[in-house]
């Protein structure tokens, strides 16, 4: 086959069914397509899901982790430890409800926040942990809640890459504190944009649904109050819509992700790549999701940076993504004093990670593929 007949491969493409589309349909003929029957459903089956927690739904996961910090009582002069390596929402959020974050450097085995360090972190002005589980694969949830509860901090859980992780046979959700989902159109399961909060009790759930809406509580045919400064943050029935649609598939488009995760391991055995020393994710098949499949490249026995790398995987018809670069060294919070050489391992990580294609409709060959070309540049620009 030559090259050009060969369909581009993205690294991410959402799975969505007839059924859900025409249910869409449905919903915009329905009349109500904002907040409404579709959100009640939605919530009930995230509930479920999550073994009966509270949760409510929300147009961001970026919105949940805000307004679970406001929840959990984090505010001004209040410290939040988080870590650098991920999407630049989980510190925003920290400084967006008037708190500082405390960023603590990874695992770079795991690429998650080092546990020990944090610890190590702790102040008396700690009040909060976002601990974030990068492409789906949790921390260590044992040690995590044993240094909350010992400390007495809340966790508010960065959980928007792992709907459908598990701990321990578990799902992520149904244990801990505050937990927050993202629906956003690449995560495992979507709603095009949204998320989801679990909570632990009904008056949390109160705050969430105050917090969400303008902090309007309704009583009878006209009563109104507004007893607390809240946002806008809901999520549409036509967004809930496809969410729902989405979840009976959960279980297949993990058990195909964790199938494609495989055939990656597979694929960089004994290859130029594994030679060069391209870096692999833990190979998890206990507990993640497989949000995503992210490597790290060994820039300094290439020839090329990893804009070069990017470019030749797209020369061959293939998508990438770079998941994250460091937080702390934007500008932003270069502005707050943040720099270079303060958390090492991120850093390492985000100058050298790629991701590579990973999404259901995709199948074992085009991994073999992504291998093929991954090993193919090792093999010319390797050093
Ligand atoms: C996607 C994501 C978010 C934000 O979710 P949105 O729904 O895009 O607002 C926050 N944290 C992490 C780790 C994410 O991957």
Redesign the pocket.
């Known amino acids: 086959m030559s090259q050009s007949t060969v369909p581009f491969l993205p690294f991410v493409k959402p799975e969505i069914d007839e059924e859900t589309i025409q249910g869409v349909a449905d919903v915009l003929r329905s009349g109500w397509i904002t907040t409404g029957p579709q959100n009640q459903k939605f919530e009930a089956a995230l509930s479920e899901f999550c073994g009966g927690r509270p949760v409510r739904t929300f147009n ?4 949940t ?1 805000e307004i679970g910090l406001r929840i959990a009582g984090v505010g001004e002069g209040d410290e939040v430890i988080t870590t650098p390596a ?2 630049v ?2 510190s925003n959020v920290v400084y967006e409800v008037g708190a500082t974050p405390v960023f603590v450097d990874i695992d770079p085995a795991t690429r998650n926040i080092d546990l020990d360090l944090l610890e190590k972190a702790i102040t008396p002005r700690t009040k909060a942990i976002i601990p ?1 589980y ?1 492409s789906g694969l949790p921390v260590d949830m044992d040690r995590l809640y044993e240094i909350a509860r010992a400390h007495k901090l809340r966790v508010i859980e ?1 959980a ?2 792992a709907f459908g992780s598990t701990w321990k046979g578990e799902r992520i959700g149904k244990l801990g504190d505050i937990v927050s989902f ?3 159109a ?2 495992n399961l979507t709603s095009i ?3 989801a909060l679990v909570l632990n009790n009904e008056e949390e759930a109160v705050l969430a649904q105050k917090y969400r809406l303008q902090g309007i509580t309704r009583t009878g045919f006209d009563g109104m109050d507004c007893d607390l400064l809240g946002g806008k943050y809901n999520l549409t029935d036509v967004a809930a819509r496809v969410g729902l649609g989405q979840m009976p598939h959960l279980e297949r488009f993990i058990a195909q992700r964790k199938k494609l995760a495989r055939a990656y391991f597979a694929g960089f055995e004994g290859g130029a790549a594994a030679r060069l020393g391209v870096g692999l994710p833990l190979a998890d098949f206990e507990n993640s999701n497989w949000h995503m499949f992210l490597i790290t490249l060994p820039l300094e026995k290439l020839s090329i940076d990893r804009a070069g790398f990017m470019g030749q995987l797209k020369e061959r018809g293939i998508g990438s993504g770079v998941h994250y670069p460091a937080i702390h060294l934007f500008s932003l919070y270069r502005a707050k004093g943040f720099k270079e050489g303060m958390f090492p391992h991120a850093e390492r990580y985000g100058a050298s990670t790629v991701t590579l294609p990973l999404f259901t409709l995709m199948n074992e060959s085009d991994v073999e593929r992504v291998c093929r070309a991954v090993n193919e540049i090792c093999e010319q620009y390797g050093k």
């Open positions: 961001s996961g970026t919105a982790l991920s999407w929402a989980t974030v990068l960065d928007a890459q993202s629906f956003h690449n995560k944009e949204g998320g």
